[in-house]
């Protein structure tokens, strides 16, 4: 069968070596990179990627140095004492036909740690420490650690290196007039200030010969004030193709931009254009990155010219079979990144190993299960939201006789009300991906209708797993049955739209969400891309819509909303609400409802605010009566996901219970 994706599929020189097809797996930190003694797992989750398609991954960054490393932990290529360990990746990666390059990344003032140093002694917004300034000495000795770390690495057995340009790293500090006020040798004019990164590239060739591959990640756009004009970035990329770069792979935005680049609210392929414009200047291979989490978007971006290959990181997480699976005709089994960044980014943050909430196995591909179940057993997983989903799915997969229950008609439980979520569409894929897999690893799907205790005790399972999820909690206050009332439920089905003063009760997530599904504006005169660049102001002043609705966050507990959302996406949330005047009150006692509206009690003063809907996203309760009901009998069952522990909605436990159970059984 021809593959859908011709242009992806078709194989590609970059510098002396031809890769198999277009795809890149782009650089993702995950976090074992600091500890060798854990290279066996980082060796298998590479393989496994290469195993699935992936013509060329990158690895984390190692800094060259010391004073390079991101963080404490010691990620770093400067001596031959980790060679063993990384040949255990190398060989890995080789025995499944793919090629590997290390990254090298020296975090300038960007690293968390208190040896930081940068061009110029100016702190990060986004750092406590301030960095030193580096000595014309400090410098051409960090050009040579560079180079000495690009040879270690050939002798590791990578196929090459990555040289990391962009995000706001040492070299972006180096071109930035925002970061190099030097007024030596290599800070001043453009060609000053750009003698860092092509001394490292001249030094890192040599180091390579001309058979190992340096890919350059160039930064396509800043995204800061004072950082590279587009004139200026198109001039060193011509420079770095001339000092001995075999392919550009494109970054956008410093990690200390203001502007979203990777999160969910940022529309597929945005910032493509500047990849483009790099593409015309050089005659080297481009592979375009950030938010292409489709085979579709990157065969179109190919189609039009705009790069040469595809980088795509966070969805070799969500599905290490990617490519195959798009090149197999098989891109309705691929589960598609939805840009949540949950337990890939957000770990990250937080010093936790880096995996994925749709799939809790990358990372820890050795903690799971390969061979077949011993004795195939007859499995009854009752909820079909996604811990019981990723539930019946491993279980499938180990060849149980599975059948997946639920009440609605469809799959997804409370999973498919984010679809609704502005930034938050990309769900719907990963339902549809479900649906297909269920099919495919032969799950029976019992849907529409209740099923009871007696119905279950007949059928005489071998084992029985709960994911009955949750039942949101109603509100017990005077007046609470108001018809003004309703639950988030019903707005994020459209079952009741609510009217032009909201106020919402709680300051969850789920509280958040629906803010911002209420608040959000019609911008339908404009296309996607174009409302998302005047929000943010990319191109032109930032100039964000106007929300058609008054609405009001309320929460008892005390301090800020919004402490517990994501780090890595919670500030582009806070900010689309700030945008849209959403008001936000800790600390409030509710009193009762009335026909004036809600009666508050705020830091001792008692207000009453006025509402057309007030909706209610108080948290939830565990939904358990079917399981109370089976261990009445006694009938052992397992519970798994909101079912078994409710509290704040948390899809990525109850896909990992889940998934971890249907493993096991
Ligand atoms: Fe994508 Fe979310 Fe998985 Fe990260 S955790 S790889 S963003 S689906």
């Not at 795809?23 to 290469?50: C, N």
């Not at 340096?214 to 004009?229: F, H, K, P, Q, T």
């Not at 469809?410 to 930034?423: D, M, N, S």
Request: charged share 20%.
């Amino acid at each position: 069968m021809a593959t859908p994706f011709p242009l992806l599929a078709e194989p590609i020189q970059v510098g002396r070596s031809q890769l198999k097809n277009r795809f890149v797996m782009g650089s993702m930190h995950t976090g074992l990179e600091g500890q060798p003694d854990r290279f066996d797992e980082l060796a298998r989750f590479y393989a496994d990627r290469a195993k699935g398609g992936a013509a060329l991954m990158i690895t984390g960054g190692f800094s060259p140095n010391h004073a390079g490393r991101v963080t404490h932990h010691p990620c770093i290529l400067d001596s031959e004492e980790t060679l063993p360990a990384h040949r255990k990746i190398t060989a890995a990666v080789h025995a499944e036909g793919g090629r590997i390059l290390l990254q090298l990344l020296h975090a300038g003032r960007y690293g968390y740690h208190s040896d930081i140093v940068a061009p110029t002694p100016i702190k990060s917004p986004i750092n406590k420490d301030s960095p030193a300034e580096l000595s014309a000495e400090q410098i051409r000795q960090t050009i040579e650690d560079y180079a000495r770390a690009a040879g270690l690495a050939l002798e590791a057995g990578y196929d090459g290196v990555e040289i990391m340009g962009s995000e706001g790293y040492l070299i972006s500090q180096f071109l930035a007039q925002r970061t190099n006020q030097r007024s030596d040798d290599w800070g001043g004019s453009l060609e000053n200030r750009s003698r860092f990164p092509l001394e490292v590239v001249r030094a890192t060739r040599r180091a390579l010969g001309a058979n190992g591959i340096m890919s350059y990640r160039i930064s396509a756009c800043d995204l800061v004030e004072g950082g590279l004009s587009e004139a200026d970035t198109l001039w060193l990329a011509r420079a770095v193709e001339a000092a001995g770069a075999d392919c550009f792979l494109t970054g956008i935005g410093w990690h200390e931009s203001a502007i979203p680049t990777i999160a969910g609210a940022v529309p597929q392929a945005a910032f493509v254009g500047a990849t483009a414009a790099i593409k015309g200047a050089v005659s080297i291979p481009v592979i375009a990155s950030n938010r292409i989490n489709l085979p579709e978007t990157a065969e179109r971006i190919l189609r039009e010219g705009q790069a040469d290959m595809v980088s795509m990181a966070r969805p070799f997480l969500s599905d290490p079979d990617l490519v195959n699976k798009a090149l197999g005709g098989q891109a309705d089994l691929i589960s598609v990144c939805i840009a949540c960044n949950q337990a890939c980014l957000d770990h990250y943050f937080t010093d936790q190993i880096v995996s994925c909430l749709l799939n809790p196995r990358a990372g820890r591909e050795l903690d799971y299960q390969d061979s077949p179940a011993k004795a195939a057993k007859k499995v009854a997983v009752v909820g079909a939201g996604v811990a019981g989903i990723a539930c019946a799915l491993e279980a499938a997969r180990k060849g149980h006789d599975v059948t997946l229950y639920d009440a609605a008609d469809e799959i997804g439980g409370q999973f498919k009300l984010a679809t609704k979520i502005p930034g938050k569409r990309d769900y719907g894929l990963a339902i549809a991906a479900y649906d297909r897999q269920l099919m495919e690893a032969g799950v029976r799907a019992a849907l529409g209708a209740a099923v009871d205790a007696e119905t279950l005790l007949a059928a005489d399972h071998d084992e029985v797993v709960i994911s009955t999820g949750v039942t949101p909690r109603s509100l017990d206050l005077p007046g609470a049955d108001d018809p003004r009332v309703v639950g988030y439920t019903a707005i994020l089905d459209g079952s009741i739209v609510a009217g032009k003063r909201v106020l919402i009760i709680g300051g969850g997530g789920i509280g958040h969400d629906v803010a911002l599904f209420l608040a959000q504006p019609d911008t339908s005169e404009l296309s996607e891309l174009a409302a998302f660049e005047e929000h943010w102001g990319i191109g032109q002043p930032r100039n964000p819509p106007t929300s058609p609705r008054e609405i009001t966050m309320l929460k008892r507990s005390p301090g800020r909303f919004g402490r517990t959302l994501g780090k890595s996406t919670g500030w582009v949330l806070r900010q689309e609400l700030r945008d849209y005047g959403v008001r936000q009150i800790p600390d409030v006692s509710y009193q009762r409802i009335d026909e004036a509206g809600l009666h508050i009690v705020h830091r001792n003063v008692a207000e009453v605010l006025p509402a057309d809907t007030i909706v209610v996203c108080a948290g939830q309760e565990s939904d358990r009566g079917l399981a109370d009901a089976l261990t009445a009998r006694g009938r052992s069952v397992h519970i798994v996901g909101g079912a078994r522990l409710s509290g704040e909605l948390d899809a990525k436990r109850a896909i990992e219970e889940g998934a971890k159970l249907g493993n096991q059984l």
